[in-house]
């Protein structure tokens, strides 16, 4: 007997091989979507990609992306597959412009051939630069600081004309900080080099190099950077949610995924020196550029449209998951 047809409906999940991508596709599948990976590994890990199928190609290679799209027949694509460090874009802005602006159009002019007209897009509050407002709502100006902000942007409007011009439906969803691990502890945050302030923290507690603190001189509290750190099972069931408004043609959107609170680098710390009762040996040093002194969602636009509230996004459950997900991997 031949094999039943299978009637999940499929969402091609580009960079579902990374971080904020793989807890996507595992809610993909936990919502009765099956998602079909497209990465090119550079980034990401083979063994993230755990809920469905790993065509592995690049956004770069035009005919491999229609290739997917005519085998796979996805209702939508979630699109994670970008070059996401600051410092890396400042160094080199071509390489930004061409993986996430022209790999972007790529999969855009692919998807319209293929009449394939939703996209759930990977945003970023870099998009604002160095906010006049705090908290950030979607109203802010969007002035970006550095090609990575830029290139997010460019994108974000592509979509848009893509929508005037061709019916594409999008969501562009601009994450704060994402955060954590899968609280099921499957997945986690595996990023080469690591730049980011809660790994670097659990990494100082486990005997790692000392933490660096960029700048106690930000006119804040306790002179440290505060940011909005958002639990990627929660982006992750935005995305989701995202989708569904998608598919019931609801209207393209563009949504902060923020907690609306944000947290100073001392009190992510602190939070990790209670977690794992051990000091984080830290040192001081200058502001990185390009750092604003607070970054700070105002959320409310997602949880009106979306229905969407952070579930798992207290700093106590963030570093909690993180913890256990960084202590079930070798330290580097
Ligand atoms: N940060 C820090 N030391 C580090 C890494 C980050 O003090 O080794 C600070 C950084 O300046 C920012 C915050 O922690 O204020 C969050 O930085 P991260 O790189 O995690 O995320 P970003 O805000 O750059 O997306």
């Not at 497209?38 to 993230?48: H, M, P, T, V």
């Not at 945003?123 to 600081?145: F, K, L, M, N, W």
């Not at 929660?234 to 959107?253: I, K, M, N, P």
Request: glycine share 10%; hydrophobic share 40%.
């Amino acid at each position: 007997m031949p094999a039943p047809e299978r009637t999940e409906p499929t969402v091609l999940v580009t960079g579902g091989a990374g971080y904020v991508g793989s807890h996507a596709c595992k809610a993909l599948h936990r919502a009765g979507f099956r998602p079909v990976v497209l990465d090119d590994l550079s980034r990401g890990f083979r063994r993230a990609v755990r809920w469905g199928p790993l065509v592995e190609a690049s956004l770069a290679d035009g005919a491999a992306v229609s290739a997917a799209l005519a085998e796979w027949r996805p209702v939508a694509v979630m699109h994670f597959a970008a070059l996401a460090y600051v410092g890396e874009s400042m160094a080199d802005p071509g390489l930004y412009y061409r993986a996430n602006v022209a790999n972007t159009l790529n999969l855009l002019q692919a998807m319209v051939a293929a009449d394939v007209r939703r996209i759930v897009f990977s945003s970023t509050c870099a998009t604002y630069g160095d906010p006049i407002r705090v908290p950030i709502a979607e109203d802010h100006p969007q002035r970006p600081v550095n090609p990575y902000g830029e290139t997010k942007l460019a994108v974000e409007r592509m979509l848009h004309w893509f929508g005037q011009c061709h019916g594409l439906g999008w969501g562009a969803l601009r994450y704060f900080n994402a955060a954590g691990a899968d609280p099921d502890g499957e997945i986690g945050e595996n990023h080469q080099p690591e730049t980011h302030l809660i790994p670097l923290a659990i990494e100082a507690a486990r005997g790692g190099p000392p933490l660096r603190i960029f700048g106690t001189d930000y006119p804040t509290p306790d002179g440290t950077a505060i940011r909005d750190y958002i639990h990627v099972a929660d982006l992750a069931d935005a995305h989701v949610r995202s989708l569904g408004h998608l598919l019931a043609d609801r209207g393209s959107h563009a949504l902060n995924l923020g907690t609306g609170t944000g947290h100073s680098v001392r009190a992510v710390i602190d939070a990790v020196s209670r977690r794992t009762n051990r000091a984080v040996p830290a040192v001081l040093a200058p502001r990185r550029a390009g750092d604003p002194p607070a970054l700070v969602a105002d959320p409310s636009e997602a949880r009106k449209l979306l229905g969407w509230q952070p579930a798992c996004s207290d700093m106590t459950t963030i570093v909690e998951t993180a913890w256990r997900w960084h202590s079930a991997t070798p330290t580097a």
